[in-house]
């Protein structure tokens, strides 16, 4: 097993019309393997419409980063 951390840059949510209306994270964050974190949408949050979306962004590790190997 390879581990890795993934970097995300961004979690926007979207309101039928395509408009951003709520940016979620202030600055990148890192999750390791099998981490995981929560957005959560107030249930009353009307902004979205029905076809409300979020999306988020992340990416690769910068190319210096080494992954370390675990058996």
Sequence with gaps: MIDTLD???????????????????????????????EVLVDRTNVTGGGGANCIVHGNLPPPS???????
């Design 7 to 37: 970097y995300y840059n961004s979690g926007d949510y979207y309101n039928s019309g395509g408009d951003r209306v709520i940016a979620y994270l202030d600055q990148p964050i890192q999750l390791g393997p099998l981490a995981s974190t």
């Design 65 to 71: 980063a080494t992954p370390s190997s675990k058996w």
